[in-house]
């Protein structure tokens, strides 16, 4: 059975940190990404990685900020997130596909290319 399990949301103020976790198992996939959904809002891309760590993409709002990064002996991705506002505020999902993508393609972006997903932690950063 596959399964992705996020941990390490929370509430912290404007300027602060936090990491996210993704544990993954019962596959192995090529490419992980984080995506965002604030209320009211579709959800967003945030970053994604390749397996074997030559691919990373970022959406504009996070770079610089954000750094995405996965272990592949625990088979776990995370998502560093750093000098925090309140518009990060939203939950994230981790999400993951056995596919691989360049990373100037548009699909590595899309949620729809992302065939397995956890359920979501709750990021929420005061101002």
């Known amino acids: 059975q596959v399964q992705l399990v996020e941990s390490g949301g929370g509430l912290v103020q404007a300027g602060g940190s936090l990491r996210l976790s993704c544990a993954t198992s019962?596959?192995?996939?090529?490419?992980y990404a984080w995506f965002r959904q604030a209320p009211g809002k579709e959800r967003e891309f945030v970053a994604a990685?390749?397996?074997?760590?030559?691919?990373?993409v970022y959406t504009d709002s996070v770079k610089g900020r954000f750094t995405i990064s996965r272990d592949n002996a625990k088979n776990t991705v995370y998502l560093q997130m750093n000098s925090l506002k309140p518009e990060d505020t939203a939950v994230y999902y981790c999400?993951?596909?056995?596919?691989?993508?360049?990373?100037?393609?548009?699909?590595?972006?899309?949620?729809?290319?992302?065939?397995?997903w956890g359920q979501g932690t709750q990021v929420t950063v005061s101002s």
């Open positions: 999400a993951a596909t056995p596919f691989s993508y360049s990373a100037y393609s548009l699909m590595i972006r899309a949620p729809s290319r992302y065939d397995y």
């Open positions: 990685a390749s397996r074997t760590g030559g691919i990373t």
């Open positions: 019962g596959r192995t996939f090529n490419t």
